[in-house]
């Protein structure tokens, strides 16, 4: 079958469940994943030929996205900070604001020198920790969650990446004392409410893991105050605590931190104007 016409195909199928360019962007995704052939391929050889197997591979995603499976779950892997990530149904799908956060970490942190100790709460993929990693070539990195299946995700991308990360077996929720001394603890833990749902995307909704996004209405800082109880004594002095937020209780999430002690605490908002990034400084006492 020549590949052309499994894009038409595939634009049909889908044209009634997603716009015509995401619908366009989701069938190259997985031609160069799936079969190493890129839009510019196609577009210098039109008659290129695809055969029975590789027919199915196609017929078999378009089932899936009919679903809204995210297209990142299908392929099996993403990008994030220009590294690669392997992905599935246990893990959140990276997101950019994520990058971000990341990106403050590393200009914070640009002209040290010095090993620095960091801990990631609640790794999933373990992007975030192996980002670092990479990029903060002296320092000694930890990263804790309570999944076990999301941990062995995160060591395969530890591998891929060649990044030197410890990763521990750990409900946050459950511990009293948070043992180390770190220079940054960083964490994007579970924060939409329940009320939230409801502007939640189906890919969202039915296919990422509900333990690593949902948190009860009535107590939806739960996670940010059990960390920021821990951080402040597990944190040498002048240490910086990182949160991703949720953007609808950004002033209460701040206003928790230097409750508890936190100096310094300062909001950052993302490339859409939302404020999802805080920071705080453990005093020097």
Not at 67 to 75: K, S
Not at 165 to 179: G, S, Y
Request: proline share 5%.
């Amino acid at each position: 079958m020549k590949l052309k016409a499994q894009k038409e195909t595939f634009l049909k199928e889908l044209e009634n469940e997603y716009p015509v360019e995401e619908v366009l962007s989701f069938f190259f995704l997985l031609t160069e994943a799936f079969f190493g052939i890129k839009r510019l391929d196609l577009a210098l050889n039109p008659e290129l030929e695809i055969d029975e197997n590789q027919t199915e591979r196609i017929d078999v995603a378009i089932t899936r996205l009919k679903q809204h499976e995210p297209i990142q779950y299908i392929i099996g892997e993403t990008e994030f900070f220009g590294l690669p990530f392997i992905v599935d149904k246990n893990v959140l799908v990276p997101r950019p604001e994520t990058e971000e956060l990341v990106q403050w970490i590393l200009e914070d942190f640009v002209s040290e020198e010095r090993p620095l100790k960091i801990l990631d709460v609640g790794t999933g993929s373990g992007c975030i920790a192996i980002s670092l990693a990479k990029n903060l070539q002296k320092a000694q990195i930890s990263a804790i969650d309570i999944s076990e299946k999301a941990l062995e995700i995160a060591k395969k991308n530890a591998e891929i990446n060649n990044a030197e990360i410890k990763f521990i077996r750990e409900d946050i929720l459950k511990i009293e004392v948070l043992t180390g001394d770190w220079d940054i603890i960083v964490s994007n833990p579970p924060y939409v409410r329940e009320l939230e749902k409801k502007e939640m995307q189906r890919n969202v909704l039915e296919f990422e893991p509900e333990t690593a996004l949902y948190v009860k209405d009535e107590d939806p800082l739960l996670f940010y105050n059990k960390i920021t109880r821990l951080a402040k004594n597990a944190l040498n002095p002048e240490g910086k605590l990182y949160f991703e937020i949720n953007q609808y209780l950004a002033e209460e999430t701040e206003k928790m931190m230097r409750e508890q002690g936190f100096r310094s605490s300062e909001k950052r908002k993302d490339i859409f104007g939302n404020y999802r990034m805080l920071k705080g400084i453990k005093p020097n006492i």
